[in-house]
């Protein structure tokens, strides 16, 4: 049965209401607050792509499947690019050089002498 009066909600003011009910969720423990970060800023996402004005009911079917594609195709923000870390000449080498369990392949005469050496090869 259809109610006699429809209340008309956008889709900014459902996803505000979600952003609210998932905030109460992250203050009762449900959710963690790095969880609630992240779906907020997927709500945001959405609203932006379906329009804020735009009311929950007039959507068809195929409105939605255009904006949940448009979603999929866009990067989420989570990570920022990636940088290209410089590593020093000698870091490199030092890890060149462990064998198994981060011993070093190379054993100092010291090293032999008191029997601490153990042959990788």
């Known amino acids: 049965m259809r ?32 969880t609630a970060e992240v779906y907020a800023r997927d709500v945001a996402t959405l609203v932006e792509l379906a329009g804020e004005r735009v009311v929950l009911d007039d959507l068809t079917g195929a409105d939605v499947d255009a904006i949940l594609l ?35 392949r190379r054993c100092s005469s010291m090293r032999r002498w008191r029997g601490g050496c153990r042959s990788i090869r």
């Open 70 to 104: 448009a979603f999929a195709r866009r990067p989420d923000g989570r990570s920022s690019p990636v940088r290209r870390v410089r590593v020093s000449g000698r870091g490199s080498r030092r890890r060149r050089r462990r064998g198994s369990g981060g011993r070093s």
């Open 3 to 34: 109610p006699a009066e429809l209340d008309r909600v956008s889709v900014a003011e459902a996803a505000d209401r979600y952003v609210e009910l998932v905030r109460a969720r992250t203050l009762t423990g449900a959710l963690s607050p790095a």
